[in-house]
């Protein structure tokens, strides 16, 4: 066993890059009123260290996407995602209302998924973070830790009742599994009221009938 760094700040959590260059630890500095940082680490330069973002609340989750982007997830249920090297502001990702227990990125970039003591998951959509997230919310209990699957069309998320449910990620898994529950597709109105009048009406489920 080796010790490659030593903190005087509680690390929460951290993440490596794809690379393998880069770790990303969150803190927590303090105990009352705590903050946090964001703390950088080159592998290659011996894991010599910078801070590289102060939070005002304590950090408690991290994750890093294939293109080096960054998520950190707070106590108060924010979110932030940057980009290494970057100086463009961070985006806020805003609905969680408790404590941050996960962060993951899809391997294709599509998503970030967060797991809170809220109790849900969401997945937030990378090409339009400014979009409300597919919110998973039927978890009676914490959610403590969420896996995409190796290709992508599951989530997986574990609870503290020491449950583990799979959600699709993709239209075609989701359409797929409503396709199994219903005896017949949307009406005209249905598609216009829950979907779009500006979109073509088209048939969900090819394998049962026309909505009426």
Known sequence: MTEVISSVNRINDFSLSQDGQWLIAVTQVGETNATGEVVLYDLEDGYSASVIHKHRRALLATGIGND???????????IKVFKLFSNDTPSDLIGHTSEIDQIEFSADGRFIATASKDKTVKLWNR????????????????????????????????????V???????????????????????????????????????????????GE
């Open 68 to 78: 080096n982007s960054v998520a950190i997830g707070d106590v108060d249920g924010l």
């Open 127 to 162: 090409k339009e973070p400014n979009t409300q997230p597919i919110n998973l919310k039927d978890h009676p209990t914490w959610v403590w830790t969420i896996a995409f699957s190796p290709d992508n069309n599951q989530i997986l998320a574990g609870t503290q009742e020491s």
């Open 164 to 210: 583990v449910r799979s959600w699709p990620t993709t239209i075609e898994a989701m359409s797929d599994e409503i396709c199994g529950q219903i005896d017949r597709n949307l009406s005209k109105d249905e598609w216009t009221l829950f979907v779009s009048e500006d979109i073509e009406y088209e048939k969900t489920c090819e394998n049962i009938p026309d």
